[in-house]
């Protein structure tokens, strides 16, 4: 079994595996605000992982980049595509660790990603968990160490919970734009959400709507930060970060695959960003870029 790491502070519980560098646990006094799962795995669903160097998906796990097609392992058989990166099944390791009782606490996990025949570029990684009393703030940063530029993008993977039943909760996505999908979940169009299915900008019942799309135009609050935000009948939770560093969120609502909670992912770029270029980060030789987001109850 992996090492875990347990994080107090502001009445909340956060417990980090070395597997994955995944959130296993979060929990405020007794209420769980993502979806946990046993410290031995299996990990359900990407729960709690980092999805990098991409997120989602890299259509037909084929992409050309620097004048080269480069081939990825086929991880979602059903669609034929590359799903969710390189690291969320990978060994991490804690390299620094403080906790202070009912306080604050924090870990620090690193990761070397080796070059592979898909994805030929070393990078350096590392991630912090930080709690507070104003809720989970995780940091991810990333290094080019090679010599030459390398594609690159990331997210998380939490599933937030506010009861057993996703349709009863009530969302809240300020988005004034969402990617339409074709039947293997790449992209097809980018609408206006006014008028469709997916208008979320105020808060309202998921109900029936089956949600697996990536929103865009993220229109933020007075401190430059997006609000993502679900209630329930076990109260809510809410995730925040910075719409200029990370501009999509990709909302899941699990439809079908009897997994409790809602999957919010906020994202450097869209699905298949590696063959459209929309949003991909180019890493130069020696180049770092670090990302962050905040869960907290409502």
């Not at 502001?10 to 405020?28: K, N």
């Not at 991409?54 to 086929?74: D, I, K, S």
């Not at 599933?159 to 996703?166: E, I, K, S, Y």
Request: aromatic share 8%.
């Amino acid at each position: 079994m992996s090492r875990q790491f347990t994080l107090r502070g502001g009445g909340m519980r956060a417990e980090i595996s070395e597997w994955a560098a995944a959130l296993r646990v979060l929990r405020h006094g007794e209420r769980d605000l993502v979806t946990p799962w046993p410290a031995d795995g299996p990990i359900p669903h990407h729960s709690g992982t980092l999805l990098a160097p991409w997120p989602n998906r890299v259509g037909g796990a084929r992409y050309t980049f620097g004048g080269r097609t480069h081939l990825l392992p086929v991880n979602e058989k059903d669609r034929g595509n590359a799903l969710h990166g390189l690291v969320a099944d990978a060994a991490w390791e804690a390299v620094e660790w403080l906790a202070v009782e009912d306080e604050h606490g924090f870990v620090r996990l690193a990761h070397t990603l080796a070059p592979s025949p898909g994805y030929p570029f070393p990078l350096a990684l590392q991630v912090l968990y930080s709690l507070t009393a104003d809720g989970l703030t995780t940091t991810l940063t990333v290094e080019n160490t090679g010599e030459e530029a390398a594609p690159y993008g990331c997210a998380p993977h939490p599933w937030l919970l506010a009861g057993d039943r996703v349709e009863d909760y009530e969302l809240l996505v300020p988005a004034e734009r969402v990617l339409l999908t074709d039947d293997r979940l790449l992209p097809r169009s980018l609408e206006d959400v006014p008028g469709t299915p997916y208008d979320f900008r105020a808060p309202r019942t998921v109900g029936g709507t089956a949600l697996d799309h990536a929103f865009t135009g993220l229109v933020p609050g007075a401190d430059g930060l997006v609000r993502v935000r679900v209630r329930g009948p076990e109260g809510g939770v809410e995730m925040r970060w910075d719409a200029a560093a990370l501009p999509w969120v990709q909302v899941c609502t699990g439809t079908g695959l009897g997994h409790r909670g809602l999957a919010v992912e906020p994202m450097t770029c869209p699905p298949d960003a590696f063959n459209s270029g929309t949003d991909l980060i180019v890493l130069q030789p020696g180049d770092r870029v670090e990302t962050s987001w905040t869960i907290s109850p409502l």
